[in-house]
């Protein structure tokens, strides 16, 4: 066989297996998929007891991939009741991590309020 025909199959059949990898791996939702934002929303109302009618606003990628484990996530809270700054300190910021668990594959957030680390 043709070293250059060689070559070709080799990049065919290594092209064929990144893609069977790449297609059985999850894919971890974005910082602004809806079903984090919820989820995150839900983490600052329950768990947090941040009170009012909440929203997520200006939200930023800190780091993440499209294939990647997690992404982390910073963004603005909204609707909060009662002051959001003092001393031009805003406390109306939320970091949060979005990721798959690997032994049920589902949708797990973390939320902390406070300025990006």
């Not at 990898?21 to 919820?38: G, M, N």
């Not at 941040?50 to 484990?69: C, D, E, K, Q, T």
């Amino acid at each position: 066989m043709a070293p250059k025909k060689r070559t070709l199959i080799l990049v065919a059949i290594a092209g064929i297996a990144a893609f069977g990898i790449v297609s059985v791996l999850p894919t971890v939702p974005s910082c602004t998929d809806r079903r984090t934002i919820e989820l995150v929303l839900q983490v600052l109302r329950d768990q947090l007891a941040v009170p009012g009618n909440l929203s997520l606003a200006n939200i930023r990628v800190r780091s993440g991939w499209l294939f990647g484990r997690e992404w982390a996530c910073a963004a603005e809270v909204d609707g909060i009741s009662g002051p959001t700054s003092l001393a031009g300190v805003k406390f109306n910021q939320v970091t949060y991590t979005s990721e798959i668990t690997a032994d049920t594959r589902r949708l797990y957030v973390t939320a902390r309020m406070g300025p990006p680390l």
